[in-house]
Structure formats: C-alpha cells, structure tokens
C-alpha cells in the first residue's frame, strides 16, 4: 500500500525534491528565521536570553567599527568590481583572437590560481607583502629605488594587498566566463560587420559587448556577493580579525568577531541580517536596471 | 545493470564512512604527535589539554613522567592540542559556553581571562589544590586569575618585565647600558646609537601594550581605575606616551615589523640586529634563545629605565592561567595534577629549566645551583644572569589589574589607538581620547 | 569554428599576415608576461619550501635563489616527521569524496524532479533554489552553529557535510543540462513498466554522466578548500582538514614554519596534477555556473 503510494506518479515528484525541501527547511529556513528572531535579542550561548526590541539595530547604527567595517566591505566589492569585470573582458578577447599562440597554455595558467585553498594563497601573499625590505614586493620596489612600504599596516596600501590576492584568484575565472559567453556570438555577426567596414574597436563596441552582457551580468552579480561576503582573505592576510585600525575588518569580520570571538549572538545575529539585506537589495537593483526580469519571465 | 550497482555499493559505503567518521571516539587514528603518554599504564585517564604555546606542553611532558611514576593508581595520559592564540581562545569560550567539546585543561591568557570569568564561571575553582602552596607563591599572580575569592587559574610565571640589551650593538656606538636608570639616560644612549649605527635602540609597539603598562606602573597608576572602569586618558597614560612619542621623534625607537618583539617578523629584525632593546617580561628570554641564534652571548638584561629615580622598575606582563573546566572527565584527577605540574617546588624549577620563565615560587629564585647552573641554556644565552637582575627588582614588581574591561582595552589599544599614534602621529591626547570613547561604548 | 571573435581583421590574406604578425607577437609577449606575473607567487613559494620556515618568517618570501639555505629538509620532515600534516591531507580527501558523491547524487536526483514532473509548487520551490543562491552562506554560520550545536553534531563531518548536499548551483545546473533530454525516454520507460525510480536511475542517471565531471570538480574544490564552516565545527586537531590544519601553524609560538611552507606547497600538487589530466573539465566546471545567460 506504501510502496503503491510511494511510487505513484504524483508522490514521486515530491520523494525526488524532497531532500531539498528538508535541506532548504532545516539548514536555510530555520536559520534564517532564528537569525532574524535572535537580531531582536541580548543573546549568549548557555545563558537566558532577553527580548529587546530593535535595540541592536539602533545600536548598529551609532556603532563606528561596524560602519568601519560596511565601508571596507562596500569598498573591497566596488574595486573588484572595477577591476575583475573589464580586465577579463579584455583579456579574454584577446585570448580569443585568431592570432593567439598557445591559447590553452595561457588560459589555463591563468586560472590555477583558483584553485588555491584561500588559507594557502593567503599565507602566500601574506608573506610576499611583508614590510621587510627582503620581502618579494618590496624588493620589487627597491629595484625602482622606492622603499620599503609597510602593505598590511595601512588602508590603501592594505587594500593593494587584498585587491591583488583577490585580482591573482580570480582573473582566470572571471576571464573563462567571459569566454565561455564569447562562444556563443555567432561569427556571421563579425563577418556581417566586416563586410560594412567596421573596425575591430566597433565591432567590440557593437558586438561583444552588448552581446556579452548576460555572461556580464552573472559576474556581476557573484562578484557583487562575493565582495560583500568576503571574509577568509582578510583573515589569512592580517593573520586573525584584528587588522591594525581594522583596516581590513569586513563584514562578515564583524560578524565573526561579535559572534564568536565576543559571543554576543544577538548582536552578531542583526549584522547578519543587514548583509543580507544589503547583498539582496544591490543585486535586486542590479537585476532591475540590467533588465534580467524583464528577460526572464 | 553493474555500473548501477556499484554506484549504489560506493555510495552505501561512502554514506557508512561518513556515518563513522562523525560518530567516531576522539581516540581516532592519527595525530599521534600530540598524545603525551609518559610512562603511562594501561588504565591511565586521558586528560585533553589546549594551549597556543607549544612549549607548555613539552613542560606537562616533563612533569607529567614523575606524575606518573609517584602516582601508579593515578596515572594520565596527556592529549596536547596546539593552536593559533585567536581561534584556541574563541573555540575553548564557546566549547565553555556551550557545554561540549571544551578540553579538561586549557591554558588561558591574562589578556583574555576575564572574558571567562563573565556571569558564572565554567571553570573549576582551584582553591583547595593551590592552599598547600599558597604561602610560596606570589599572590598577585594568583590574584589576576580570580574572581570572588575563587581562584579558577594557576598562573605559571611571574613575567616580571625587564630590559634586553644587545650589547654588540650599543659596544659599537660607545653605550654602557649599566648606567642606562631613567629614560632621558636611555634616550640619550639612544641618540648616541642612531648617531653612530644608524640603528634604532629600540621599538615603539603597536600591536601590544607592554610598554604603556610598564610606564603606568613607574607612575603608581593602571589602565582602569579602582572600580575597573577604563580610564585611556588619564594623565599618567598621555605622560607614558609622550615619553614614548619623545623617543620615537628622536629616533631612539622606531616601529617593527609584526608590531611588537613577540612577533615572528619581529624576532628576525633582532637577530639581524637591526634593534638594540626589547622591554618586555621575563619569558621573553625563550624567544632569544629559540629565535635568535645570531645573538647568543650578545644579549644582557637590566631594570628597565624609570621616568624617575626611585620609581618601581617592573611590571609583572602577561600571563597563562591553567584552568580546569567544568566539563573535566575527571575533576580532581586534573586539579591535583595541574597543581603538581605548575606549583609544587619541582615543578617551579622545572618551569625555569624547560620554559626559561621566572617562577611564581620565589624560592627558586634564591637557590643558586638551580638558577645558575652553568649547564641551562638560557644561563648560557645571556650575558648576565637573569636571576642577578630579578632578585635586584623582586620588591618592585608592580602588577596590572585584570578586569572584565581589560580585553576591551587591550584590543581597542593594540589595534587601533597605538597605530594611531606611533603610525600615523595622531595628537596623543586625541588619540586616548577617541580610544576611551570607543571602550565606553563597547563595553555598553 | 566559433572560437574567432573581434580581432579578425579584413579577409585579405596576404595583408592579414603582415598586419598580424606584430599583432601576434604583441599578444604572446603580453600574456606570457601576464602569467609570469600569475606564476611568481607559486615559483615564490615552490622555492621557500627548499628554505627553512623561519627565514621566510624573517625576510618574507622572496624570489632569492640560495644554495647555502636551501635544503630538502623541510621535505623530509614532511614525510617522516612527527606531525599530523597526512591526517589532515586524508581528512580534506576523504571528506572532498564523500561530499562530492553525496551532493552529486542527491542534487542531481532533485533537479530530475524538477526537470521531469509538473507537479503542484513546483515554481515556488524552484524559486527557493534560486533564492538560496542569493543567501550569503556567512549570515547563517552563528544560527546553524548553535542549531549543530542543539543536534549534538559538533565536531562532525556529518555537521560540515549535510547542510551542503542539496547545493542550489549544483541542481540548478542538472535541471538546465536535464532540460536538454528528451522527455520521450521517460515515456518509453514507463511504457516498459519501469518504476518512476527505476527509470531515474536506470535510464537517465547514465545519460547524465558527462554533466556529473564538471560539477564533480566545482564541488570538489569547493569541498577540498572550504574552510569557515569545518573551522568553526571541528574542534578535535584528529578532525582537521588540511587548511583548517595549515592555518593552526601559523602562529610565533609553534615553531611550525617548516611544515607551513612546505605543507602549503605540498597541498597544492595534487590539484596541479590533477587539473593537467582533467583540464577541460575543471574549465567547464567552474564555468558551468556561467551558462545561463
């Protein structure tokens, strides 16, 4: 009788989803909704908690370590932005280009990086940008005669740090969607373009581009969430959450160190759910103005 | 089908594997590295132990052997886990917090040994082990680990701070640190050492706080005020700092890779010599000798210089507190044990031998074949005796209050405040003044 | 033949040739260039594995070439020292294997349910898929924390395995590469009398073979370097995985540096050989996500 019903038709469906809808129940809705109910206590592990209101959120906003830490966060996400969108445009248009030799060596030494645990491309650029005058960038410098600069002791020079491992990690990747979203342009479209006489640089204007967007827009919209989200790699390059002047102190950071490093859950709980309204609210924006809905439904 | 099959069969298996691993008792395979057995039978209790310095566990290993040997109905086995300052501290408070996977033993730092004394401790106190001892030991250092008469931590040295020399460095620019006493003396050697080297004498911290600490014990004042409430911007504190400032503007000292000398950036700009002094506590003596091989019968210790003469001339610095937790399988089994291991007689003079630290006990500090046994390494690392210069000092070892807002203060000062001011020569005044605010607020 | 795209330049051969061969160099000397640039930092510490911890501690990492420093100590350590370093490396192995066939075989069963039935709520669960995309996975570490925490699974690999293995990117992609399937071979297995099961595993888990490598790696190497979670579940050094067990060296009072560096260099070899062999499927699979658009 069971396995009548069990193996039905109509039951079957829900058997095949049904380990998402108790992954999804268990491990995202629950969470979630105590993530949201935990924001609106004074919470600490094995200890009473108490309601108190909107006080955590009130207290976000006068809080000058946390509006520290969204301005690093804001800052890292809008320079990856800036940088790991155009530059792998533009490379993989050139990788892609008929006249490339070793096409395949290039594309794939470009994106090993990736494959590096961050815990290990973090020591390693750790290392690289110490501030003594032996270490690889700042024997770099020495060479064009500039002095040893201490990278990880300062806000721009910290940033160059992080924006760099972040550039070294995630160029290839970044460059490989992009190609991947190049093998879809039909080369009648180029040859149509030739045949009236546009130059390379219209075409790319033209063409690429415009056609590239739903590739840019996916780019877009991971970097937009994994720049806000990002965590690990200041945690590998300062070597723990407490950057001199909490220069790279980053969200999720925050949220780590109220959490866990100070166990005030409560408090810890409302950062959460400003990242994740922030994070939602950009790339709804985003979505929006780039016309994916419109698109999609 | 077979390729059905043995989808299914790998992934029943790997299921099962699974299934094991995360049911697995903590005598799994592996890590054999960390398992101290010391001589230990067959019904020996396996105690967990934690810390973030390697070498207190080598010196559990040491004491644990004679345990083991006196104590044949007690015997332990002892499981050692080694990690990073940070996440030892974070995982063992929320391990506390939350009533599983805390380890029987775990070391906790001074700096963050408030932040366990919170609400209800989830420590065992330790009274009744260290009573039998308490004459013998310094009692501001039991102190620091207490909270309503309950003692919860056994402390393991006493960290009085002194000054390290390199004295290959101030013989070339003509400096006897011996008549370095006040800091307008050291300054002015100082001077002499950048003039004539082009080195610095010594380091403005930024990521530790021993150096405020030792100018606000020369001055009779502390980070907090009777009550414990922090108190940044007192005018003992903008004094430490201006002297500090002074230094730094004559390019007496100068900031360091890593932050401050306990730092492993920090320990090769000393052994390249590129740094003359190190004011910091006692234990420091192990990083020489474990760090700087370049330096080895280079290095001589002395008072610190005082603002004025007569001031106190140390600072007790840092400290682990050794504590049993709630949790413990075996209470008193840990209690008599960590108390034999870190209080008994044998056990202060085995912390000197092993860590090279300055033993709560003071009466290891009187017994001459132990502290200046030619055959020590740390006797043979320096260039005086280490024991000379603490017994000169022994009556003026002022200590810091240790209070709920201490981690606070510490963490606002070392990341932010210092930074400031030696980094970016922010107003000190201002700087303090910010620093207070941002305390007040966190501790809200 | 789709590969060509903007430079091509006017269809007159013999002017294409001289125009490009300046062109072509230009490209060659800039990429070859560029990937100099992306090697150094592996040819840095390739280099500093030779070298003792310590000095690299010292000095930084560096590009210096030093016979006198350099030695295969560290290598030996590493092989025959005291020290949990291989059981961390089984640990990650192990781990990266159980969660890839896991979340392989359970996404894949799920978005066969998408793509195969209408059935009632579908679209909203869908859009759950969707939506837990956009979720930062950080803003539910401390709530899934104490919840492991309720279910006494802390310091299980059950803990690190289970919230994962229904993964949204990963059914998202069966269900598109599932679309592409005819639906007539569901029909036809049912004609025969399959079960619904029977045909999901019998007909069509076979057809979706090739899709399975690229997402295989995706997960594998989300698995193999995730760090955050094990961090904050594990507690027991035995458990570690290996950057769990890497970033525990890093600290001034371990004396670790050896086994760090030369730990770090070690870890990355089997992926390096593992991405030459199986270049193209680590290429689909970190782009599979990219399809879409």
Redesign the interface.
């Known amino acids: 009788m069971i396995k009548r019903f069990l193996y039905s038709q109509k039951v079957a469906p829900y058997v095949f989803v049904m380990p998402f809808v108790l992954v999804f129940l268990i491990f995202w809705v629950y969470p979630l909704g105590s993530s949201v109910s935990m924001s609106f206590q004074k919470i600490s592990l094995g200890q009473e908690s108490q309601w108190i209101g909107l006080d955590n959120y009130t207290k976000l906003l006068g809080d000058t370590i946390f509006l520290k830490a969204v301005m690093n966060s804001a800052v890292y996400m809008i320079c990856t932005l800036l940088i790991l969108i155009p530059l792998p445009m533009l490379l993989a248009v050139l990788i892609n280009s008929k006249l490339m030799w070793g096409r395949e060596f290039f594309k794939s030494s470009l994106f090993f990086p990736a494959l590096t645990s961050v815990v290990v491309a973090g020591t390693i650029f750790r290392l690289m940008f110490g501030e003594m005058d032996g270490s690889l960038i700042n024997s770099f410098l020495g060479w064009f005669g500039i002095d040893p600069v201490k990278f990880l002791k300062g806000q721009v020079t910290g940033f160059i740090a992080l924006l760099a491992l972040a550039t070294w990690r995630w160029l290839g990747v970044n460059m490989l969607y992009f190609l991947s979203g190049l093998k879809n342009i039909p080369d009648d479209y180029y040859e149509a373009a030739s045949i009236d006489g546009a130059s390379a640089w219209q075409k790319f204007r033209m063409i690429t581009m415009p056609l590239l967007k739903p590739t840019s827009i996916y780019v877009l919209t991971i970097s937009i969430y994994a720049g806000l989200a990002m965590f690990i790699e200041s945690l590998m390059l300062w070597n723990g959450n407490n950057s001199p002047k909490n220069i790279g102190l980053t969200i999720v950071g925050y949220l780590y160190r109220q959490g866990i490093e100070k166990s005030n859950l409560g408090y810890a709980a409302a950062v959460g759910i400003v990242l994740l309204v922030l994070a939602m609210t950009i790339n709804m924006i985003q979505l929006a103005f780039s016309g994916m809905f419109k698109k999609e439904d | 089908?077979m390729?059905?099959g043995f989808?299914?069969l790998?992934?029943c298996a790997?299921?099962l594997?699974?299934?094991g691993?995360?049911?697995s008792s903590?005598n799994?395979?592996?890590?054999?590295?960390?398992v101290i057995d010391a001589g230990a039978g067959e019904n020996a209790t396996e105690l967990s132990y934690w810390t973030?310095?390697?070498?207190h566990g080598k010196h559990f290993e040491k004491m644990l052997e004679k345990w083991n040997k006196e104590n044949p109905d007690r015997q332990i086995k002892l499981n050692v886990?080694?990690?990073?300052?940070?996440?030892m501290h974070?995982?063992l408070?929320?391990?506390l917090?939350?009533?599983?996977?805390a380890p029987d033993i775990a070391d906790i730092e001074l700096g963050k040994f408030p932040?366990f004394l919170k609400?209800t401790p989830?420590l065992e106190p330790l009274n009744d082990v260290i009573d039998p001892y308490r004459d013998t030991i310094v009692q501001s250092r039991i102190d620091i680990y207490s909270k309503d008469g309950k003692n919860y931590g056994i402390p393991t040295h006493v960290g009085a701070s002194v000054a390290f020399y390199n004295t290959e460095i101030l013989e070339e620019a003509g400096v006897d640190y011996t008549k370095i006493e006040t800091w307008d003396d050291f300054k002015k050697a100082g001077e002499q050492v950048y003039e004539k080297t082009g080195k610095y004498m010594g380091t403005a911290d930024?990521?530790a706080a021993w150096q405020e600490s030792m100018l606000l014990a020369q001055q009779g004042a502390d980070f907090t005020d009777e009550s414990g409430n922090p108190k940044i911007n007192s005018p003992e504190m903008v004094k430490a700092l201006q002297v500090l400032k002074d230094l730094q503007d004559s390019n007496v000292i100068a900031?360091i890779?890593g932050?401050q000398p306990?730092?492993?950036?920090a320990?090769?700009?000393y052994?390249?010599g590129s740094y003359a002094t190190a004011f910091m506590p006692l234990w420091m003596m192990s990083r020489y000798t474990?760090?700087m091989p370049d330096l080895a019968g280079k290095v001589a210790i002395a008072p610190l210089p005082v603002i004025e003469k007569g001031m106190p001339r140390s600072v007790g610095g840092g400290g682990t507190g050794t504590v049993v937790t709630k949790t413990a399988k075996d209470v008193q089994l840990a209690k008599d044990f960590l108390a034999y291991a870190k209080l008994s007689e044998d056990a202060n003079i085995e912390i000197w031998k092993t860590l090279g630290f300055d033993p709560v006990n003071m009466k290891v500090w009187d017994m001459k074949d132990v502290t200046h046994d030619p055959e020590n390494e740390f006797v043979k690392y320096f260039k005086n005796n280490p024991f000379d210069v603490l017994n000169e000092i022994r009556d003026e070892i002022k200590y810091v209050k240790s209070v709920p807002a201490s981690p606070t203060i510490n963490?606002v000062l070392?990341?932010?405040t210092l930074?400031?001011i030696f980094?970016d020569g922010k107003d000190i005044k201002q700087a303090l003044d910010d620093a207070q605010a941002?305390i007040e607020?966190?501790l809200? | 033949m789709k590969k060509e795209a903007t430079l091509k330049m006017n269809e007159g051969s013999a002017i294409r040739v001289k125009k490009g061969l300046p062109l072509k160099i230009g490209l060659f000397v800039l990429f070859t260039l560029l990937c100099a640039l992306i090697l150094i930092p592996f040819y840095a510490i390739a280099l500093a594995s030779f070298k003792p911890g310590e000095e690299l501690i010292r000095y930084g990492l560096n590009l210096k070439f030093d016979l006198s420093v350099m030695s295969f100590d560290n290598y030996t350590y590493l092989f025959t020292g005291q020290h949990a370093y291989f059981t961390w490396f089984f640990n990650s192995l192990l781990l990266t294997v159980v969660q890839v066939a896991l979340t392989l075989f359970i996404s894949a069963t799920v978005a066969y349910g998408f793509s195969a039935y209408e059935f009632k709520g579908k679209n909203f669960l869908f859009i759950c898929v969707l939506l837990i995309m956009m979720v930062p996975f950080e803003i539910l570490l401390l709530p899934l924390y104490t919840l492991i925490f309720n279910l006494h699974m802390m310091n299980t690999y059950s803990a690190i395995v289970l919230p994962g293995i229904a993964s949204a990117a990963t059914i998202f992609f069966f269900r598109q590469y599932l679309s592409g399937i005819p639906k007539e071979i569901i029909a036809a297995g049912r004609v025969d009398g399959a079960s619904e099961y029977g045909i999901y595993l019998r007909l069509i888990l076979p057809i979706m073979k090739p899709s399975f490598a690229a997402m295989a790696i995706l997960n594998g190497m989300n698995s193999w370097n995730n760090f955050l979670w094990p961090f904050m579940v594990l507690s027991d050094e035995r458990k570690y995985t290996l950057p769990i067990g890497l970033k525990t060296l890093l600290t001034p009072y371990g004396n670790n540096y050896d086994l760090l560096i030369v730990g770090s260099f070690f870890s990355i070899i089997p992926i390096f050989i593992l991405f030459v062999a199986f270049q193209k499927y680590f290429i689909d699979g970190m782009t599979a996500g990219a399809v879409k658009g």
């Open positions: 089908m390729k059905k989808i299914v790998t992934l790997l299921l594997a699974l299934a691993c995360g049911n903590t799994a395979s592996g890590g054999e590295k960390s973030f310095v390697e070498l886990t080694v990690m990073p300052y940070d996440d974070n995982k408070s929320i391990a917090q939350t009533g599983t996977g932040d609400g989830q930024t990521s900031t890779a932050g306990d730092t492993e950036e320990y090769g700009e052994n390249s474990n760090y963490n070392c990341t932010v930074n400031e980094e941002q607020q966190e809200q």
